[in-house]
């Protein structure tokens, strides 16, 4: 894999010196080569790049006849820059730019409107990229033109075929280029769906929600999750740069004992999240919600959740190549490929493809990885899309447990040890996962105010590994004892989630409510299957010799299948008394089982519990830009152990059990 990441990086290079990156780039397709370091990318400037760096966000879009063609109005939020549209005629179709915009959450898949007036026969709205959209508008037999309608806030284009029109000279094509101060959209993200399941503005939402954008991942060249993670206040590492788990500790919680409630993807449970480490190559953006989250998204830890959103297909063609090299034999590729299958535009598709081989300054430790995620989007109709996507990870990764403190960062009368040492030296020390991932999401829009969403997802981890780890330092502080774990035989992961829930708007007199409710089913099942433990020779820290390594008989074996079930029902309302008052409600009711099947001692235990979740916020604007909120919700998280007879230990966070709920009240600005 390193021969032909080498040679891939080599020849974009050479591409990219004699005259732009594979010689063309021409609109939508972009293509980039990241310099030797990995952090800055070399891409040529395209028309994007000379707008002022605000985008403004399309929150709506209306086609409404008019007695000479259409009226197309771009409904944006108040006070937002102003849309400035670039119009080209091709045939009999009208082109029309618009840089330095968006598609908002809900209509983020874009909008077609059939026939919506006599002599044109198509109206549709697109994401080009994050920040510009492309209005295309299809005659049936005449040339189309169009002229800006002045509107206080909305961009509003009046379009008339030419046969209503009385005939004139061409006018001069003229560029329009905006600049000024603006807000960077790219890096302040202010939507997001985490918090309420809704495409609602961040400083709605009585709850502490950071985002990290597709751009700061790339600016800073962060290659997995926890790097991205780095980005959050309040959210370390709980382990090594070099462990393959991510498991981040927000707000003093989370880590280990979080591991299969913390991750979210696309808004469904991802058991797997922190199981391997996860790769950006096809992350469009990472959103963390901080505190309990249970009345939406049911177990989880009172740090918060972390939502992984994927990359989508685009309606423009775009091609993205990227190669990076780095220190200790770092060598990366990645491939990122969109666009329309068929000349209607209702088939899209994505890939994904990112490789990677890595060592590192720890002596017998080198990683190699491999990722490929294809998505598929069907657009039904105008009011159905769904979305087909699938993912296969290879890591190749060894655990790493680190040395001892003696002889680091404490003395050691023996000397220091080197940091490059590895307990483990040359044995056969190894860590092999693949995962796989399957599954879809349909999206109906009823009317403009109502609609209903319905994804499963299903996750494989399948894993091998033989590990090496530090059991005590003896008195002489010099001799480390060592132990082993071997699951050569298998240690897999199964994870299945289905998420129905529907989202409505309406008014009740003065009073607009926006409702969520829905339906989740979840199942994870944990198999180990021969998996055993025990010690293996010490060995002597400053004088280490790996020749003689001896392996002695397990002490602890395991076999068994854990399966964690869940049902949960939640209801939400946001309700706006005035546009800078509003009330948040909601609650979820949980049933959640274990069951535990230990094959070794032939015994099956099981637990169910049930609980209900509660949420009120509150939030209040004094002006536009500042919110003032405050909340009060519950969590509860069901944890599983061992007890030191093997056998095992059901205990969850319900009022009646041995353990806590957790209370939170958060309040902020």
């Given at each position: 894999m390193k021969a032909l990441l080498v040679l891939l990086f080599r020849l974009l290079s050479i591409a990219g010196l004699s005259g732009g990156l594979l010689g063309i780039m021409v609109c939508s397709v972009q293509a980039e080569v990241v310099e030797a370091n990995g952090r800055s990318p070399l891409q040529m400037s395209t028309a994007s790049d000379l707008i002022a760096q605000g985008v403004t966000r399309v929150t709506g879009v209306t086609v409404d006849q008019t007695a000479e063609g259409l009226e197309l109005i771009l409904e944006t939020a108040a006070g937002s820059e102003r849309l400035v549209p670039l119009i080209l005629p091709v045939g009999n179709n009208l082109v029309i730019d618009i840089l330095d915009a968006t598609l908002a959450f809900s209509i983020r898949n874009g909008v077609e409107e059939l026939n919506p007036t006599p002599g044109i026969t198509n109206v549709t709205v697109n994401k080009v990229n994050d920040n510009s959209i492309r209005v295309r508008i299809t005659g049936e037999n005449q040339v189309l033109s169009a002229e800006v309608v002045p509107s206080r806030d909305d961009l509003v284009l009046s379009v008339t075929p030419e046969s209503a029109t009385a005939k004139s000279e061409p006018d001069e094509e003229i560029e329009v280029i905006a600049t000024g101060e603006a807000e960077d959209d790219g890096y302040n993200v202010t939507d997001s769906s985490v918090g309420t399941r809704t495409d609602t503005p961040r400083q709605d939402v009585p709850q502490s929600i950071q985002v990290i954008p597709q751009e700061v991942i790339e600016d800073q060249g962060a290659f997995n999750i926890t790097e991205a993670l780095r980005n959050v206040p309040g959210a370390v590492p709980a382990g090594s740069p070099r462990s393959v788990f991510d498991v981040p500790v927000i707000r003093g919680f989370g880590g280990f004992s979080a591991t299969n409630d913390l991750f979210r993807r696309n808004g469904l449970r991802d058991p797997l999240g922190t199981s391997i480490g996860g790769d950006t190559a096809n992350v469009e953006r990472i959103e963390v919600l901080k505190g309990p989250a249970s009345v939406l998204y049911g177990q989880g830890s009172v740090s918060g959740i972390v939502n992984i959103v994927t990359k989508q297909p685009l309606s423009e063609p775009f091609y993205q190549v990227e190669a990076s090299i780095g220190n200790y034999d770092l060598y990366r590729g990645t491939l990122d490929f969109s666009g329309p299958i068929n000349e209607s535009g209702n088939l899209l598709y994505r890939?994904?493809?990112?490789?990677?081989?890595?060592?590192?300054?720890?002596?017998?430790?080198?990683?190699?990885?491999?990722?490929?995620?294809?998505?598929?989007?069907?657009?039904?109709?105008?009011?159905?899309?769904?979305?087909?996507?699938?993912?296969?990870?290879?890591?190749?990764?060894?655990?790493?447990?680190?040395?001892?403190?003696?002889?680091?960062?404490?003395?050691?009368?023996?000397?220091?040890?080197?940091?490059?040492?590895?307990?483990?030296?040359?044995?056969?020390?190894?860590?092999?996962?693949?995962?796989?991932?399957?599954?879809?999401?349909?999206?109906?829009?009823?009317?403009?105010?109502?609609?209903?969403?319905?994804?499963?997802?299903?996750?494989?981890?399948?894993?091998?590994?033989?590990?090496?780890?530090?059991?005590?330092?003896?008195?002489?502080?010099?001799?480390?004892?060592?132990?082993?774990?071997?699951?050569?035989?298998?240690?897999?992961?199964?994870?299945?989630?289905?998420?129905?829930?529907?989202?409505?708007?309406?008014?009740?007199?003065?009073?607009?409510?926006?409702?969520?409710?829905?339906?989740?089913?979840?199942?994870?099942?944990?198999?180990?299957e021969d998996n055993a433990s025990g010690s293996l020779s010490s060995i002597d820290l400053f004088d280490p010799d790996f020749s003689n390594t001896t392996l002695e008989p397990p002490t602890d074996f395991f076999d068994d299948k854990e399966t964690v079930d869940g049902l949960g029902i939640y209801l939400q309302d946001q309700i706006s008394f005035l546009d800078n008052f509003i009330v948040v409600l909601g609650g979820r009711f949980d049933i959640a089982s274990v069951k535990n099947e230990d094959f070794i001692n032939s015994t099956t235990e099981f637990q169910q519990n049930e609980a209900f979740s509660p949420r009120i916020g509150i939030v209040y604007k004094p002006i536009p830009d500042i919110s003032l909120y405050a909340s009060y919700s519950l969590s509860f998280q069901q944890e599983t152990g061992r007890t030191f007879d093997n056998s095992i230990s059901l205990f969850c966070h319900f009022p009646k059990q041995r353990s806590s709920r957790n209370r939170v009240y958060p309040s902020g600005k």
């Open positions: 890939l994904n493809i990112g490789a990677e081989t890595a060592g590192n300054f720890v002596d017998f430790y080198d990683r190699d990885l491999f990722q490929i995620a294809p998505v598929l989007t069907w657009k039904i109709g105008k009011n159905t899309d769904l979305t087909f996507q699938a993912e296969y990870l290879s890591l190749n990764n060894p655990n790493y447990f680190g040395i001892p403190a003696i002889g680091t960062v404490l003395d050691n009368p023996n000397g220091d040890i080197p940091l490059e040492f590895n307990i483990a030296g040359e044995a056969d020390s190894e860590k092999e996962i693949d995962v796989y991932r399957i599954g879809y999401n349909l999206e109906h829009r009823f009317s403009e105010n109502w609609r209903i969403r319905n994804a499963f997802e299903a996750g494989f981890r399948q894993s091998s590994e033989f590990s090496i780890s530090a059991s005590s330092l003896q008195p002489d502080n010099r001799t480390l004892e060592r132990s082993y774990f071997d699951s050569r035989n298998g240690f897999d992961i199964n994870a299945y989630t289905l998420d129905t829930y529907t989202v409505g708007n309406f008014n009740t007199g003065a009073i607009e409510h926006e409702l969520v409710a829905g339906i989740e089913l979840s199942r994870v099942e944990t198999i180990t």
